[in-house]
T-cell receptor, first 111, second 114 residues
Framework: ELKVEQNPLFLSMQEGKNYTIYCNYS?????LYWYRQDPGKSLESLFV?????AVKQEGRLMASLDTKARLSTLHITAAVHDLSATYFC???????????FGKGTSLLVTP | EAEVAQSPRYKITEKSQAVAFWCDPI?????LYWYRQILGQGPELLVQ????????DSQLPKDRFSAERLKGVDSTLKIQPAELGDSAMYLC????????????FGPGTRLTVL
């Protein structure tokens, strides 16, 4: 059974601060996906990481993948309120398979 | 911009009633997924279609849930009879599998069973 674990599950941080969300998974997959979900809304794709050492950045968010450690990180730089949302990482067994999601990290950025 | 369409967006029903959800994937996407997301959890797969064929329905409660994608385009997910524990967000996603298995999600249907 493929397991995906995120931590922390809840994160309250002040604007302007930095923090990292961790995603560990149990399979040997070299693909990992990050999604954002706003309350009551659907999932929005943030990053697709397709190889060991992959790093992608968009604005204040940067995602990386270490397939040997089976670990992905989502780093938040100088947080702003608009980043408040739930962030999910997901892994698939292989191309064409469904995604297995973590439980999500609920992020609240406060003034 | 191409999007996955779902309807209805919200559905309130009483237990033991039948409900149906509809999904229209992004044009050209051969693979369609139905996920269920319970409040506070990540989405979990219910059923996966490749064109009109079911690829994986191992997590679909087949005594009450059914899904079809008759022409390999849009899809319907049905629950009969609905139970209180079925209250959740039902998400449809689609993609064209390749090296990048990124999936694109629709707006979802929020089901409340009373």
């Amino acid at each position: 059974e493929l397991k995906v674990e995120q931590n922390p599950l809840f994160l309250s941080m002040q604007e302007g601060k930095n923090y990292t969300i961790y995603c560990n998974y149990s399979t040997t997959s070299d693909r990992l996906y990050w999604y954002r979900q706003d309350p009551g809304k659907s999932l929005e794709s943030l990053f697709v990481l397709l190889s060991n050492g992959a790093v992608k950045q968009e604005g204040r968010l940067m995602a990386s993948l270490d397939t040997k450690a089976r670990l992905s990180t989502l780093h938040i730089t100088a947080a702003v309120h608009d980043l408040s949302a739930t962030y999910f990482c997901a892994v698939d067994m292989d191309s064409g398979y469904a995604l297995n999601f973590g439980k999500g990290t609920s992020l609240l950025v406060t003034p | 911009e191409a999007e996955v369409a779902q309807s209805p967006r919200y559905k309130i029903t009483e237990k033991s009633q039948a409900v149906a959800f509809w999904c229209d994937p992004i044009s050209g996407h051969a693979t369609l997924y139905w996920y269920r997301q319970i409040l506070g959890q990540g989405p979990e797969l219910l059923v996966q279609f490749q064109d009109e064929s079911v690829v994986d329905d191992s997590q679909l409660p087949k005594d009450r849930f059914s899904a079809e994608r008759l022409k390999g385009v849009d899809s319907t997910l049905k629950i009969q009879p609905a139970e209180l524990g079925d209250s959740a967000m039902y998400l449809c996603a689609s993609n064209t599998p390749g090296r990048n298995n990124e999936q694109f999600f629709g707006p979802g249907t929020r089901l409340t069973v009373l």
